[in-house]
């Protein structure tokens, strides 16, 4: 911002690196839980062992904290008055 980029500018920039690195953990985390999942058949109750909509909605949560968690510093970076972070530093 302190060159010339938009507050909104600044947010997409976040939340784009945000959701890259949360879309990768969720693929990652996916894979590597339906592969882990023969080990705890054991203690599942009430759930099927690799169940496509747990799996999903487990994804779903774990992207939508991600995001959350992303656009909370990146609005207050955007609404930062550039000469003020400056001048701190």
Request: proline share 5%; glycine share 12%.
């Given at each position: 911002?302190?060159l010339?980029?938009?507050?909104?500018?600044?947010?997409r920039?976040?939340?784009?690196?945000?959701?890259?690195l949360?879309?990768?953990?969720?693929?990652?985390g996916?894979?590597?839980?339906?592969?882990?999942s023969?080990?705890?058949?054991?203690?599942?109750?009430?759930?099927?062992?690799?169940d496509?909509?747990?799996?999903?909605?487990?994804?779903?949560?774990?992207?939508?904290?991600?995001?959350?968690?992303?656009w909370l510093?990146?609005?207050?970076?955007?609404?930062?008055?550039?000469?003020?972070?400056?001048?701190?530093?």
């Open positions: 911002m302190a010339g980029a938009a507050p909104g500018a600044v947010v920039l976040v939340l784009s690196r945000v959701s890259l949360v879309g990768a953990g969720v693929i990652v996916a894979a590597a839980s339906v592969w882990l023969q080990f705890i058949a054991t203690l599942l109750f009430g759930v099927e062992l690799r496509p909509v747990t799996v999903a909605a487990a994804g779903a949560v774990l992207a939508a904290v991600g995001g959350v968690a992303g510093p990146a609005r207050r970076a955007s609404r930062i008055d550039p000469a003020d972070v400056l001048r701190e530093s």
